[in-house]
């Protein structure tokens, strides 16, 4: 069992920037997969991006060329980097941890407003 906790969210204007955190209670190393979902308010969960163990990365079009995301094994910790972010990034985001490819374990989300 491991715990992940996110952190970092907050209110963002147009083109502004925001890092999350995913920090990991144990161990990382043993997760092929740890990723970053997000779901806005009526709308099913979604896909933002994914790192594999080795750090191959995989981002969603939608966010493709803004977001970066990283991860820190010694750390136990997985990042977000938010840039130019847009109205419809506005939503609750999870991080997920994979022993293959679907997630086992998820956090208990971070919430990102987008401030007019």
């Known amino acids: 069992q491991v715990q992940l906790v996110e952190s970092g969210g907050g209110l963002v204007q147009a083109g502004g920037s925001l890092r999350l955190t995913c920090a990991a209670s144990k161990s990382i190393y043993r997760f092929n997969l740890m990723g970053w979902y997000r779901q806005a308010p009526g709308k099913q969960r979604e896909l933002v991006a994914t790192i594999t163990s080795g750090g191959r990365t995989n981002y969603e079009d939608y966010v493709k060329g803004r977001f970066t995301i990283s991860r820190d094994n010694a750390r136990n910790t997985v990042y977000l980097q938010m840039n130019s972010l847009k109205p419809e990034d506005t939503a609750v985001y999870y991080c997920?941890?994979?022993?293959?490819?679907?997630?086992?374990?998820w956090g208990q989300g971070t919430q990102v407003t987008f401030s007019s």
């Open positions: 997920s941890a994979a022993y293959v490819t679907s997630p086992n374990y």
